[in-house]
């Protein structure tokens, strides 16, 4: 079993729809979490980072971390073409220096 | 967010010769900094980890004496991968820690002929 589980995808959806994306882990010592959005040929960029159970919430994004579940999200509101990336999420154990990654989703929103 | 810069983003070199990536983390100190490759529609593949004065630590099955890493200062890493050949062709991602989050750079993509 992977430490960090996501659905690659590809996922497709129109525009303007809620995008909901998501990964499981196993291991209860994740402390903190992430989300990156990657373009193609272009390095993973941070768009949310959170380290409590709970929602926070960027503009357009929402990140929910389910700690009980062992279950984070991204949520993307009134989806843009320009939202159409691989979004991968990423963990961390509390002093440790590698981060965990998911093996990332292929997202593409239709105009 | 920070800024982490790479350098070049590009390069294309013969089959033997050795190239050098720069990574600098530009608004703020790292002291640990990582090395990632990424083949076409994967994800990132650690390749190494480097604390600014100390060797780099190396992931299983990358070869250190092939990919040197300094981590001169505290913004500055540098990859270094020696005597090239067209099998490390690929995309080169340095990423830098700030605190608990983590920024990467644009990448560069090597092609060796």
């Known amino acids: 079993q992977k430490e960090v589980e996501q659905d690659p995808g590809p996922l497709s959806v129109p525009e303007g729809a809620i995008v909901s994306l998501n990964c499981t882990y196993s291991n209860s010592a994740f402390q903190y979490f992430m989300w990156y959005r990657q373009y193609s040929r272009k390095g993973p960029e941070l768009l949310m980072y959170?380290?409590?159970?709970g929602n926070k919430e960027d503009g357009r994004f929402t990140a929910q971390v389910d700690k009980s579940s062992k279950y984070i999200s991204l949520f993307i509101r009134d989806s843009q073409p320009s939202d159409s990336a691989t979004y991968l999420c990423?963990?961390?154990?509390?002093?440790?220096?590698?981060?965990?990654f998911g093996q990332g989703t292929r997202l593409t929103i239709n105009p | 967010g920070a800024v982490v810069s790479q350098h070049p983003s590009w390069v294309i070199c013969k089959s033997g010769t050795s190239v050098k990536i720069e990574c600098r983390s530009l608004?703020?100190?790292?002291?640990?900094m990582f090395w990632y490759r990424q083949f076409p529609k994967q994800s990132l593949m650690l390749m190494a980890t480097?604390?600014?004065?100390?060797?780099?630590?190396?992931e299983q099955g990358v070869e250190k004496d092939k990919f040197l890493i300094n981590h001169a200062s505290l913004t500055l890493s540098t990859l270094t991968v020696t005597s090239a050949h067209p099998e490390d062709s690929s995309f080169y991602i340095c990423?830098?820690?700030?605190?608990?989050?983590?920024?990467f750079g644009p990448g560069t993509r090597l092609t060796v002929l």
């Open positions: 990423s830098a820690r700030l605190y608990n989050e983590q920024f």
């Open positions: 480097s604390n600014e004065g100390s060797k780099a630590t190396y």
């Open positions: 959170t380290y409590s159970s």
């Open positions: 608004d703020f100190q790292a002291t640990t």
């Open positions: 990423a963990l961390l154990i509390q002093g440790a220096q590698k981060l965990v």
